[in-house]
């Protein structure tokens, strides 16, 4: 019982403290666990089958584009990481670095991966000879390693999971069109599955990829009304192939140099989900990525014919491609029903002796606690019907959530008093120079989220310096 | 051209240099590449396509005996490492060790994990307080990194990939079975997936890991006669319990020491898979691991409806859950032919105008190069049953194969000269002393593979020794 306690305990409301109610709800929806290891989390069960959902769908969409799965090691020679100069400056602050194999040092030190772009172009200097060799479309899904000062459960920890994928492409078009191939592919999974709206744009210099020519990102919002930077990919042209020598002979017989990109997904995402979907009695999980759809939870469960029927109903739901458990656990319904909302599974199904007398149980939606009392002939439809709808409803409610945080500001003092006092994203024109960048965020700690595909002219003026402006910038607090 | 004809280029006969023989395969075939990084390896595309189909098989067995998966950090504080005497005695002189974190050094430095038993300990410690905790069955998927001096590709690296899984249990009994439980359930993965045999049965105490009660182990021997140990399961009894102080209140209210286990199984399968199935043209996938199923070459592809042809026959194949490619590259069928032996396709299907005239296509078996001449019409059908045999027959081989190569010897010269002149295993008597071990292993470099389930009675004295025997035991020299 003290379990089933700690668990329906309240926890703390998203109004009063959201960082302590996140905090909660990783620990009390047991997607997360501390470690002795500092800055580093453990994944649960709960966590992990998120995870594993993300990756399934995640590489399906991947392999239909031709991407082929490969694994490099997860230690990088000194000396390879400072082979391009942008790249070793903006990672070697905060890698973790190897220097004792066994009893004895090393020769070389290495550093635990951060990102592999300096181990694939070591690979691809070696395979890649002939223009017959191109493409390269390759992902590798692995854990990475950035030391961290301050850490977050899934939002910045010291080690975390994630795919990378680099390719290599005989021309700068064909790179660029598979940038903008994986931005708009984790786009659509973002929209479709995690039921995340995002905006697609374009990285600052400032805030590009270390060794990038161009890097494209998706943007969210969270609860708070902080932005969360979903997903990135990395044109980065030529210059890794350059600083790697990574040359192919053409049809016309020349050497050319390759061009080359990368993106990546993390499981920062969880941490999106909850962000953006949960409330105060917990995780609420969008039906498509939830590990567990709906549980079966018995009523009177000791009565005759009740867990009977329970495993009856399951077996119905199973048949039609739901996920779906019974509860039978000794715990009241009470309970079971607090727990059931703080893990997020998305419906829980109710069912009685008077309800088996009456030939119906009860679906409960997570999200709106709406209730549906369905005829066990037609449950499976019903509950099919109920989860689809609430996967749209929370697309639906969370683009309006962030249209309603998405504030507009043609003066500077009006830009400061809406990212003071109004958390969302603020839609800015910008001169394109990075001192209003360093300018904005001294001032009141917000960046360029993203230069969006789609553009709108708010006025011809930069918000910041005044001079004219040449884009306009989302901007915002950002985890 | 110049890649085609790397690749056809002949290997080194297996007769002539296994191990050389061995190299060129898994370079010709592409299976993996060499780093800049000593001792480590890149997993190209097609060694990795065969891993994932471990995984995918190996998960679903897991997850139907109520395995949930996790993720643990990679690192490992040298204090936590230290807690299980034996275990640390056994790890610490290969481990990797971590000293900075971004430019500072660490207070406590951290290894790499070699194998994670004390990171899983400590979460259990903290987990586990009653018996409605247990038991628990926590398994994950991840590289783990080992110093080895001398490296081969997948058979011993420094840094390879594997699942390792770990559970806790109220009572020995419990633990006892779940260790049994997953040896068997990798016995028949084994058999029934990759078409290796394998010897159930008992590490000694020599031999068993360095923590455990008890290793059991699934043993097979390669094409040259060397044995290869392919999963292990170990049972910890409340060893590592005690070391970690992971208790649980029982039912009757007393406090007990949980009973533990773990078991793993790695990328070293896939050498296995190349060592007992390869012949002198290359790699032989058994089919129900192969990446690729089937690979269909059109013959004189130029000529009107022959590609055609073939991408239908393909989207027949792919209809009846064949996995299929065409290759519609430029090279000569010849090329292709060498190609597809060399990546080891388990069939492929010729087709050119005469034979669409003829309404058939030919059908040939990587394994016996058997051709079979079948009509259009039954392509899909007799396709798969082509597969299923070539998969049992492929089994039995190496069955066959391992029987000719198992000897008996029942006095120490004869045992000194079978190991010597006759590779295999050979099965000897045991008085159960470790003295006789070392001894055996100085005389001809040959260890206890096993202490097989299966116990036969081949005389009443230790083949070494002379003392009473008391255990029959597989010996072989092992990779």
Redesign the interface.
């Known amino acids: 019982m ?2 089933d306690k700690k668990m329906v305990e309240a926890i703390t409301s998203m109004e009063e403290d959201f960082a302590q109610w996140y905090t909660d709800v990783v620990k009390k929806a047991e997607l997360v ?1 501390y ?3 500092k800055g ?6 709960a966590g ?2 998120i ?2 959902n993300i990756q399934h769908e995640l590489d399906r969409r991947f392999k239909e584009t031709g991407v ?10 000194e000396s ?1 990481l400072q082979k391009e100069k942008d790249h070793v400056e903006g990672f070697a ?11 004895e040092p090393l020769q070389e030190r ?1 550093c ?1 991966r951060p990102t592999s772009e300096t ?1 694939f172009c ?2 691809y200097a ?2 890649i ?2 223009h ?2 191109l493409p390269k479309v ?1 992902n590798q899904w ?2 990475v ?1 950035r ?1 961290e000062k301050t850490t977050r459960p899934f939002l910045r920890s ?2 975390f ?1 994630w795919q990378e994928g680099h390719t290599a492409h005989a021309t700068a078009e064909e790179a660029e069109d598979r940038t903008v191939q994986m931005l708009n592919l984790y786009a659509d999974f973002c929209e479709e599955i995690l039921a995340i709206p995002v905006i697609k744009g374009r990285k600052t210099d400032k805030e590009k990829f270390a060794g990038a020519e161009a890097t494209y990102t998706i943007e969210s919002l969270m609860h708070d009304g902080k932005a969360l930077q979903s997903g990135t990919s990395h044109n980065f042209g030529d210059g890794f192939a350059k600083a790697f020598d990574i040359q192919y002979t053409d049809k016309d017989n020349t050497l050319k140099y390759v061009n080359q990109t990368s993106w990546g997904m993390t499981t920062r995402m969880i941490g999106a989900i909850i962000m953006v979907h949960g409330d105060n009695s917990g995780l609420v999980l969008p039906p498509r990525i939830a590990p567990v759809q709906a549980v079966v939870i018995p009523i009177q469960q000791r009565k005759e014919g009740v867990l009977e029927k329970a495993f009856e109903l399951s077996d119905t739901l199973k048949a039609a491609g739901i996920r779906v458990k019974v509860d039978e656990t000794d715990k009241s319904p009470g309970f079971k029903f607090a727990e059931q909302e703080m893990r997020g599974i998305p419906i829980r199904i109710e069912c009685g002796p008077k309800d088996i007398e009456a030939n119906q149980a009860v679906i409960v939606r997570r999200d709106t606690r709406e209730k549906t009392v369905v005829s066990l002939d037609a449950l499976a439809e019903k509950a099919a019907e109920i989860l689809e709808n609430m996967q749209s409803d929370m697309l639906t409610r969370a683009r309006t959530h962030r249209d309603a945080h998405t504030y507009v500001a043609t003066d500077y003092e009006e830009f400061k008093q809406t990212v003071n006092e109004k958390p969302g994203f603020v839609k800015a024109m910008w001169c394109g120079c990075q001192e209003c960048e360093d300018k904005i965020k001294e001032d009141v700690q917000a960046t360029s989220r993203c230069i969006p595909f789609e553009q709108e002219t708010l006025s011809d003026k930069c918000v910041c310096c005044g001079k004219p402006a040449k884009k306009m910038v989302y901007w915002g607090r950002a985890y």
């Open positions: 003290a379990k666990d470690t002795s290891v580093c989390m453990v994944i649960k069960p992990y089958a995870w594993e082929e799965n490969v694994y490099l090691p997860m230690f990088i020679p390879l602050p905060e890698v973790a670095w190897v220097t004792h194999g066994g009893l290495l635990v181990l070591d690979l070696r395979d000879q002939s017959r060799d390759y692995c854990s390693v030391w010291r080690e999971l």
